[in-house]
């Protein structure tokens, strides 16, 4: 069965760091894009950040541009973000995502963000307030 945990959210003083990890099991990582997604009480989910199945691209939301960092780690199945210099506004739930990619396509490069397809965690809250 395929199935994604998401753990490291806590609560962080502004400015702080975290780490949050996104552990897969039943189903090998190196075949997905992976994404982490958030969403704010009475806001709508918005995408964070995401990776190929390559590890060739990644993406990341203007808010979040220059301060988190979006890697994967296939030996270990299991991706992981990186959230530095961390704001009262990055207070959400963490989702991370997985969407498989076909190694003989071009989307396997170049098309890091999981969509319609993708499997999700139960998420890990991140609160950033002091």
């Known amino acids: 069965q395929l199935r994604l945990v998401e753990s490291g959210g806590d609560l962080v003083q502004p400015g702080g760091s975290l780490r949050l990890s996104c552990a897969a099991s039943?189903?090998?990582?190196?075949?997905?894009?992976i994404g982490w997604f958030r969403q704010a009480p009475g806001k709508e989910r918005e995408g964070v950040s995401c990776?190929?199945?390559?590890?060739?691209?990644?993406n990341y939301a203007n808010s979040v541009k220059g301060r988190f960092t979006i890697s994967r780690d296939n030996a270990k199945n299991t991706a992981y973000l990186q959230m530095n210099s961390l704001k009262p506004e990055d207070t959400a739930i963490y989702y991370c995502?997985?969407?498989?990619?076909?190694?003989?396509?071009?989307?396997?490069?170049?098309?890091?963000?999981?969509?319609?397809?993708?499997?999700w965690g139960q998420g890990t809250q991140v609160t950033v307030s002091s």
């Open positions: 995502a997985a969407e498989y990619r076909d190694r003989s396509g071009s989307d396997w490069y170049w098309d890091p963000c999981p969509g319609d397809s993708a499997s």
């Open positions: 990776i190929s199945a390559s590890g060739d691209s990644a």
């Open positions: 039943g189903f090998t990582l190196d075949y997905y894009a």
